[in-house]
């Protein structure tokens, strides 16, 4: 039972530095004190291209000018492209395309809108994991529940995260071939991955604690059977002795 409350305590702890991890990213342009401030995405030098911010910052909600300043309002699941206007003109030929009102090509469109609704989901499940990790601390059915939450929030945050990744990697290069600066939020990405980082070890943690409470189980089952046998063992013996006395008398009267 202690080891089980060490697993799902520290599974819980876990969970709850992955949680706020990830709330991080999604709250970006919500509030200029930090971390908030510093995360980001992607900022390019959009100077020129019509209906755009000199620079840009895409964040998960917002897109913003440095410092997630004069940020628009926010959106769910916005296009790539809705940082400049329809059909702009001097934005990377890659970037643009009929998608998102005419905003936004289709790999980029599809790429961000599914690794948005990812994380959401990630979000979703990774919670559920939190409250079901209460239960891991009491047994082998609490660790169940929650190793079941927390994959399902793992596997949904391996793909967004994946596909948030190489979606802004490859919109900075292509920034960087039309011979504009842009880089890639090292906050943003370093909370994505530690947060990604945590979830895993969580789950290893509560896999454990299924695999614990089941070895102590067959442990005490193994231990309270040896006793039984035991037990039955010594009184067949007597049983066999007593009839070999008994025998032996009855030829010593015969």
């Not at 940082?83 to 599809?110: N, V």
């Not at 990744?165 to 909370?191: E, I, L, M, P």
Request: hydrophobic content about 45%.
């Amino acid at each position: 039972m202690l080891k089980n409350a060490a697993l799902g305590a520290t599974g819980i702890i876990l969970l709850s530095g992955s949680l706020l991890l990830l709330l991080f990213v999604i709250l970006a342009g919500v509030s200029d004190v930090t971390p908030l401030k510093h995360t980001y995405f992607l900022q390019a030098d959009t100077s020129g291209i019509s209906g755009a911010r000199d620079t840009t910052q895409w964040t998960y909600f917002y897109f913003c000018g440095p410092d997630n300043n004069d940020c628009g309002s926010a959106r769910p699941a916005p296009a790539f492209g809705k940082a400049w206007d329809r059909d702009a003109e001097q934005a990377p030929d890659s970037l643009i395309g009929s998608r998102g009102g005419g905003t936004t090509s289709f790999h980029y469109f599809y790429m961000w809108r599914f690794a948005w609704v990812f994380i959401l989901i990630t979000l979703f499940f990774a919670t559920l994991a939190w409250f079901a990790a209460w239960l891991a601390c009491c047994g082998r059915l609490g660790a169940a529940i929650a190793s079941l939450m927390a994959l399902a929030a793992l596997f949904f945050h391996s793909l967004g995260t994946s596909m948030m990744t190489a979606v802004f990697v490859q919109a900075r290069d292509a920034f960087q071939r039309d011979n504009r600066s842009a880089k890639v939020g090292s906050y943003a990405f370093g909370f994505m991955w530690a947060s990604w980082f945590t979830l895993f070890v969580a789950t290893i943690l509560f896999i454990i604690g299924i695999k614990t409470s089941k070895s102590r189980k067959d442990t005490t089952a193994t231990a309270t059977n040896g006793h039984t046998k035991r037990r039955w063992g010594r009184r067949n013996r007597s049983v066999r002795s007593s009839s070999y006395d008994g025998r032996r008398v009855k030829e010593e009267y015969a």
